[in-house]
């Protein structure tokens, strides 16, 4: 018999005859030890999903679900209020937002299913009372962006963003209610969006209009530019719209929106979402643009030639289109591919393994960026990370979950009030402790934790 060389991690010999049933044993003894550190490995990882679904049962329902239940509601005018100081006292707040608004309606609408009541079905219904009194435009049609505290007009502009919002939170509260106007209205909002904003020519949809669905002006008004997040949330939108309506075109549009974003908003070689865009769909810089958080935060800014990328998207953007494709049925496997890029990006250059959390920004080419933790990224990126870990069962993204979750939890959340602080730095250190603003509300962090205590379920299961 002819000699073989095989040459491993762990050992190297010569095989011949006289020596078979020494290498069999050799094999078997590697393949055994293998195996054992597989499921040593696994029982770990079983052990740690236990701890942290307690830790975040624990936080949403002793902590989070109580804090809203007891400040959300608008006693006053109805509504919700959405300002709330560092120790979770209501603030001042002179406007009201129809993205929050609408993201608290989807909260009540959404607790309701998992945790029924008629408080929860009351707190909805009010919501939807006073978004459709006043922040429905009656003469051209759509949602304001914003209103008084009182309801009177503010700012009557027509911002895709927003409109996304009050489809998802109207299709979410018609079906935990059955409330009817829930679906009228989100499908009335749809075929306005079909018929004004729509780009038939590029693909995608116009972002930021006036109040009569007219674009608005280029530059910080942005009525040249597309972007990824808008688009994200339409898909977001469109799947609990036909969630709620089954109709075959809601279907159409949201797989759609689910290729375009697939085949033009990522980047595949980096591995990165594309912030911005012209309307024909060529990346951008990006810019602060009006109506818009960053702009809300930091004001009206020149072009940075710095192209960005966010890691809290393209981390969301992962587990929203799984579910959009699992609202059509159709086949995951396909997108895959573009799912490990953004993962393995954000994995490598977005999660702090040193001090726990994931940064704000990142270069779109890779490099963290802005190295501030901001809640929203951390929220979507749990969920993101979770949903990896099961659609590839692989181990870093667990550990990036991990490496997130212990920071939120003994940094970002403060447990005394109930609800996440907004902005720390990179240690953990406060910069902004306040609980709610007119964009933070219980929709990223509520959200969250709903969805990671069903999945840490499932896992536990297995």
Same mark, same amino acid.
């Given at each position: 018999m002819s000699n073989v060389n095989i040459k491993s991690k762990t050992c190297s010999f010569n095989w011949s005859g006289s020596t078979i049933t020494k290498t069999i044993v050799i094999i078997c003894a590697?393949?055994?030890?293998?195996?054992?550190?597989?499921? !040593?490995?696994?029982? &770990?990882?079983?052990?740690?999903?236990e %701890?942290?679904?307690?830790?975040?049962h624990k936080h949403l329902y002793n902590e989070l679900i109580p804090f809203w239940e007891k400040n959300a509601v608008d006693k006053t005018y109805g509504g919700f209020m959405t300002n709330f100081d560092a120790n979770g006292v209501a603030l001042e707040m002179p406007e009201k937002y129809l993205n929050t608004q609408c993201r608290m309606i989807w909260w009540f609408s959404t607790l309701n299913g998992v945790a029924p009541s008629e408080s929860n079905k009351e707190k909805a219904k009010q919501g939807v009372d006073f978004l459709i009194k006043y922040l429905w435009d009656n003469k051209n049609g759509g949602w304001r962006w914003k209103v008084k505290r009182d309801g009177s007009a503010l700012d009557d502009g027509k911002v895709v963003y927003g409109q996304s919002f009050a489809i998802y939170a109207? !299709?979410?509260?018609?079906? !935990?209610?059955g409330d009817k106007r829930g679906l009228e209205y989100a499908e009335q909002t749809f075929d306005l969006l079909q018929k004004y904003c729509a780009d038939t020519q590029f693909g995608g949809y116009y972002e930021n209009l006036e109040s009569n669905w007219v674009p608005a002006q280029k530059g910080f008004s942005a009525g040249d530019r597309k972007g990824l997040d808008t688009h994200m949330h339409l898909?977001?939108?469109?799947?609990s719209l036909y969630l709620a309506s089954g109709n075959e075109l809601h279907k159409r549009k949201l797989l759609e929106i689910i290729n375009?974003? !697939?085949?033009k908003m990522v980047d595949h070689n980096a591995g990165s979402g594309l912030n911005q865009f012209d309307l024909a769909w060529n990346p951008l810089p990006a810019i602060n643009i009006k109506r818009t958080w960053n702009a809300e935060r930091e004001g009206e800014k020149p072009a940075d030639p710095t192209e960005t990328t966010s890691y809290g998207h393209n981390t969301e953007l992962v587990w929203l289109m799984v579910r959009a494709l699992n609202a059509v049925k159709s086949p995951v496997e396909p997108y895959k591919p573009v799912f490990k890029l953004l993962l393995n990006n954000a994995v490598k250059y977005g999660i702090d393994f040193e001090k726990g959390g994931i940064y704000r920004d990142g270069l779109r080419k890779g490099g963290a960026l802005v190295l501030e933790k901001e809640w929203w990224q951390h929220t979507e990126a749990l969920v993101g990370f979770l949903e990896g870990y099961e659609l590839f069962n692989d181990v870093r993204y667990f550990e990036a979950f991990e490496a997130i979750w212990g920071f939120v939890n003994n940094k970002m959340i403060n447990h005394k %009030? &109930?609800?996440?602080?907004?902005?720390?730095?990179r240690d953990g250190k406060v910069i902004d402790g306040s609980i709610g603003n007119e964009w933070k509300v219980a929709y990223h962090s509520g959200r969250s934790m709903m969805e990671c205590d069903r999945r840490l379920q499932k896992l536990m299961k297995k």
């Open positions: 590697s393949f055994f030890t293998f195996f054992q550190n597989v499921n !040593s490995q696994t029982s &770990g990882i079983g052990k740690q999903v %701890v942290d679904y307690k830790e975040i109207l !299709s979410e509260y018609y079906i !935990s209610t898909m977001e939108a469109f799947t375009l974003i !697939s085949d %009030v &109930g609800e996440w602080r907004r902005l720390l730095d």
